[in-house]
C-alpha cells in the first residue's frame, strides 16, 4: 500500500472523533458504584497531550484521562487538575478504583492490550505465534541434579 490520505483513510490511518459510550464500575469505602462514560479513542491528539504533560512536569496519565473521558457531546469532563485532586483538595484526586476503570476503557475503546485468543497468527513454520499456544507447548525437563551431593564441612 503507497501510504496516501486515500489509503490510510481506508485502511485505519485516522480516527473518529466520536466519542463511544463505556460502562464502568468501581468501589470505594466498601460500596460499588457504576455509570455510562463517553471516550474518545487514542489518537494523535492524545500523543500530544501525552508529550505536552511530561515536558511541563505535569501528570500524563491525568493527561490521558483528562482528554479521553468527555461527555456526550464530546466536551471533557474532567481536568488534570480534576484528576490529580488540585482543583478542590478537599474533594481529592479520582479513587485508585475509578482511575483503573477509566483507563481500562480507554485501552478498551482504543483496542489497546493483547488481542483475542482467537486471533493467533501463524507464522512461517505453521506454528501458533500466541503465548498461550506455545506456552502449552513447552516440554517439561525436570533441572539436572548434581552428581556429587552437597555436604556441609564442620
Known amino acids: 500500500m503507497n501510504l496516501t490520505l486515500e489509503s490510510l483513510a481506508a485502511n485505519g490511518g ?10 464502568i464500575k468501581w468501589k470505594h469505602e466498601g460500596q460499588e458504584f457504576a455509570a455510562t462514560v463517553y471516550v474518545l479513542p487514542l489518537s494523535y491528539v492524545t500523543a500530544k ?10 501528570d500524563p496519565l491525568a493527561a490521558r484521562i483528562a482528554h479521553c473521558i468527555v461527555n456526550e457531546e464530546g466536551k471533557p469532563v474532567f481536568t488534570v487538575a480534576d484528576v490529580v485532586g488540585e482543583a478542590d483538595p478537599e474533594r481529592g484526586p479520582l479513587s485508585n478504583s475509578l482511575t483503573h476503570e ?13 488481542p483475542p485468543a482467537s486471533s493467533a497468527k501463524t507464522t512461517k513454520s505453521g506454528t501458533s505465534s500466541s503465548s498461550t499456544a506455545s506456552a502449552a507447548g513447552r516440554s517439561k525437563k525436570r533441572k539436572p541434579t548434581s552428581a556429587t551431593p552437597s555436604s556441609s564441612a564442620g
Do not use: Y
Not at 14 to 23: G, H, I, N, Q, T
Not at 49 to 58: E, F, K, N, R, Y
Not at 102 to 114: A, D, E, M, P, Q
Open 14 to 23: 485516522f480516527v473518529s472523533r466520536k466519542a463511544m459510550p463505556e460502562a
Open 49 to 58: 497531550s501525552d508529550i505536552v504533560a511530561t515536558q511541563l512536569q505535569s
Open 102 to 114: 477509566l483507563l481500562r476503557v480507554i485501552g478498551k475503546v482504543s483496542n489497546l492490550g493483547k
